[in-house]
């Protein structure tokens, strides 16, 4: 009896951690319903008709608001590791000063570039104080005039009236 419970809690906990090893698909970004935005067509399609078609875009161009991105991505997690992208699609928009749609674009995961980023520090004036000496910095520090001098000066002491 014990040696049949023995293989079924084996069994079950094979099956149990085999379950954890399955990869998570998430979709982030815009996902299309109905329309694509690549079914967009230059020379017939305007501003209006894309948002109503597509609704809003997921970023607009920084220094051009004539450019709109849609922007999709699919992502696999398994278990605790980092997830990977596996698909990426870019969508890119652009409009002439009319509203009509110029030209369409797509970019996928291939078209993407990795950007080195400069791990220097920019100094700084002064030094660096520990948490201890910024936390007890100041006691002691406060300027005799402020601890009862004069007493019409905003911020002195005496309350309102400056101490008449």
């Not at 049949?4 to 809690?9: E, P, T, V």
């Not at 299309?32 to 607009?60: C, F, H, M, Y």
């Not at 220094?63 to 997830?83: G, N």
Request: aromatic share 8%.
């Amino acid at each position: 009896m014990t040696n049949g419970f023995f293989k079924i809690a084996i069994l079950a906990t094979m099956g149990l951690s085999l379950s954890a090893c399955n990869p998570t698909l998430r979709t982030h970004g815009y996902v299309a319903t109905e329309d694509k935005p690549q079914a967009v067509e230059p020379d017939s399609d305007t501003k209006a008709s894309v948002l109503a078609r597509l609704g809003n875009p997921s970023i607009k161009s920084t220094f051009d608001e004539d450019t709109w991105y849609y922007l999709t991505s699919v992502r696999q997690r398994l278990a605790y590791l980092r997830p990977l992208t596996e698909e990426r699609t870019i969508t890119a928009i652009t409009f002439n000063e009319d509203g009509q749609v110029e030209k369409v674009a797509e970019y996928g995961i291939e078209n993407g570039q990795y950007v080195n980023y400069v791990d220097r520090e920019t100094p700084t004036r002064g030094r660096e104080l520990s948490s201890l000496e910024q936390l007890f910095g100041t006691i002691g520090r406060l300027p005799a005039s402020q601890l009862g001098g004069n007493t019409d000066i905003p911020g002195g002491s005496g309350g309102p009236g400056g101490g008449r």
